[in-house]
């Protein structure tokens, strides 16, 4: 299929537009020319992030490293509170993404608010933090299916035969995702009533089943350090990675917007209600879960190598625990299809517009499926090799998670800073905060600023190759190379012009840095 153009169109008063909006016009106001199939509906949308997000897939798998990381307590206040935080977050996003519904998302706010600099880097931060998602999403599905036939059968998961099963669920997820949005979507629907099902099911059995079950003292109050560090306060700080990591992903509804009727009003939509619906879900899932420890110490050491499957284990016996590790694993491969699409997506996008080394292949488009095929190979491929230290570091997937965080947290809020810097330049949607776009969009700033610094920081002490918090590495890297192909693609690189009048875009020109 010949690469994507962009053709021109008049422009339409964003102000008075009718509802819902011709996206298609929409599209090729903002530059594009449409080329992808746009067959998925406002639930199929929410339903991508929340599929995304996943708690059971960010709770389950980093759950050990809560319990190290400050226990009980800092699990679950810190769920509540960085859930609020990451809430204003996807408020001040989704109100960009309502204004600029296209693939791009992130990096092309960045570029029409801020200019070509910053859609450039943003894009490189978006893309390093998706990559990482489906590493650490994959992983830990990984880790959970040799969780399950240790269970079963007495497998032993050694890094080497988790990492076997790791490239398996990303062929598994390459495939499904070459058959085009209308199944992603299908299936992103399922996963949402499989994820609250799933949640249910879990809290119902581990609440009425054991016997005995942790006092509420313990499981709101309990501080638990086994990181090597003294400073408690550091270490309840590094907790939050758990549910920070968690709540990341949801700028998969902003990647398919180009594929959603209605985008600018259902992406924004989707992303605010996948959050808080998460964040409900979560904290009962990871209440009920904590109530339900029979032995902390022996979760922590567990044979299988996934504390939660002990605590099922210990809560419910073999038959319980491996019937809902089915339910857990099912729900993490969903979350990991869904985040290939969206990292597709944006490897499409990014392409389109000439930034990646090899865009002309990357932003080619199936005939038949209407699908980035080659976007997504390159997405599933490059998190495997994010994922190679895992097979000689015991470190490497809190390093992998920590990557996401660092990686797409900075790339939400910069698109966010630039609109409250833009200040009435800014053109909002049909979805906007109205007079709270800046207190929230402040706030949001203010915390991704706290979070990005706080997880480049060392996880374990004493620090050394093994306990090395690899994501400070992984960021610097990705910034070099940005810096390095800037100067051999800065003058391909380009995102299409806003269609309007003479005069507005020489105002726009004089805000270009």
Not at 26 to 32: F, M, V, W
Not at 428 to 450: H, N, Q
């Amino acid at each position: 299929m010949p690469s994507p153009r962009w053709s021109r169109s008049s422009r339409k008063d964003q102000h008075h537009a009718p509802h819902p909006v011709d996206e298609e016009a929409k599209l090729r106001e903002l530059g594009y020319q449409p080329v992808l199939a746009r067959r998925m509906g406002s639930f199929g949308n929410f339903a991508i992030s929340f599929s995304v997000i996943s708690i059971l897939s960010g709770c389950m798998t980093l759950y050990g490293f809560g319990m190290n990381t400050g226990g009980p307590s800092v699990m679950l206040w810190g769920w509540l509170g960085v859930g609020l935080f990451v809430l204003c977050v996807g408020l001040a996003l989704a109100e960009v993404t309502s204004a600029y519904p296209t693939s791009g998302a992130l990096y092309y706010m960045a570029d029409r608010l801020g200019g070509r600099k910053w859609g450039w880097y943003t894009g490189w931060l978006n893309l390093l933090g998706l990559l990482g998602a489906i590493a650490g999403i994959d992983y830990g599905a990984a880790l959970f299916i040799g969780a399950f036939l240790n269970l079963q059968w007495g497998f032993d998961p050694t890094p080497g035969s988790t990492f076997l099963i790791f490239l398996a669920i990303l062929l598994l997820h390459a495939t499904l995702n070459l058959f085009g949005v209308k199944l992603v979507s299908l299936l992103n629907s399922v996963s949402v009533w499989w994820h609250l099902g799933g949640v249910g099911l879990i809290v119902g059995a581990i609440a009425f089943v054991p016997d005995n079950h942790q006092s509420p003292e313990f499981v709101f109050t309990e501080f638990v350090n086994n990181t090597g560090w003294e400073n408690p306060f550091y270490v309840a700080a590094i907790g939050l990675l758990l549910a920070q990591y968690t709540f990341s992903g949801y700028d998969a509804s902003a990647h398919l917007s180009e594929e959603t009727s209605n985008a600018s009003v259902s992406a924004a939509r989707g992303i605010v209600r996948a959050i808080w619906v998460s964040w409900i879900a979560g904290f009962v899932l990871l209440t009920a879960l904590t109530f339900a420890i029979q032995d902390y110490d022996g979760a922590l050491n567990s044979e299988t190598g996934v504390p939660p499957a002990q605590i099922l284990l210990d809560a419910l016996g073999s038959g319980g625990a491996a019937a809902l590790l089915l339910v857990v694993i099912v729900a993490q491969l969903f979350c990991g299809n869904a985040e290939v699409a969206a990292a597709s997506r944006m490897v499409f996008a990014f392409s389109r517009d000439n930034a990646l080394p090899g865009s002309r292949l990357w932003r080619k488009v199936s005939r038949r499926t209407l699908t980035p095929v080659p976007a997504v190979w390159l997405s599933v491929g490059f998190a495997g090799v994010l994922a190679l230290p895992s097979l000689w570091s015991t470190t490497a997937y809190g390093a992998v998670t920590a990557i996401n965080v660092i990686g797409i947290t900075p790339a939400y809020i910069i698109p966010v800073y630039l609109k409250l810097r833009a200040g009435d330049r800014f053109q909002p949607g049909p979805w906007t905060l109205g007079r709270w776009s800046k207190p929230i969009g402040w706030t949001a700033v203010a915390w991704v600023v706290c979070v990005t610094v706080l997880f480049l920081l060392p996880q374990s002490s004493p620090v050394n190759v093994n306990t090395m918090n690899y994501a400070s590495v992984a960021l610097a890297a990705v910034l070099i190379l940005a810096t390095v192909w800037w100067f051999v693609a800065r003058r391909s690189y380009s995102t299409p012009p806003p269609y309007g009048s003479a005069r507005e875009q020489a105002e726009i020109a004089e805000h270009i840095v």
